[in-house]
C-alpha cells in the first residue's frame, strides 16, 4: 500500500467544524505539522475533503 505525506498549510480556524475534524483525524495539529498516511479510499477520502487546507506528495 502506497503512502501520502501530508502538510497543514492553510489555518483550519473559521472553517467549517466537519472540516476541522477532518484534519484533525488525518493527525495534523498545528499549522506546517506533517503526517505520513496510508493511501486507503477512506484516508483518501479525507484528504480529498480538505485538499484546500493540505500540502500533499506521495511518499
Same mark, same amino acid.
Given at each position: 500500500?502506497?503512502?501520502?505525506?501530508?502538510?497543514?498549510?492553510?489555518?483550519?480556524?473559521?472553517?467549517?467544524?466537519?472540516?476541522? !475534524? @477532518?484534519?484533525?483525524? *488525518? $493527525?495534523?495539529? %498545528?499549522?506546517?505539522?506533517?503526517?505520513?498516511?496510508? !493511501? @486507503?479510499?477512506?484516508? *483518501? $477520502?479525507?484528504? %480529498?475533503?480538505?485538499?484546500?487546507?493540505?500540502?500533499?506528495?506521495?511518499?
Amino acid at each position: 500500500m502506497s503512502k501520502l505525506k501530508v502538510k497543514l498549510v492553510r489555518s483550519p480556524a473559521n472553517r467549517i467544524e466537519s472540516h476541522k !475534524a @477532518t484534519v484533525r483525524g *488525518l $493527525g495534523l495539529r %498545528r499549522m506546517h505539522s506533517t503526517a505520513i498516511i496510508e !493511501a @486507503t479510499p477512506e484516508n *483518501l $477520502g479525507m484528504v %480529498r475533503k480538505v485538499r484546500y487546507l493540505l500540502d500533499v506528495e506521495e511518499v
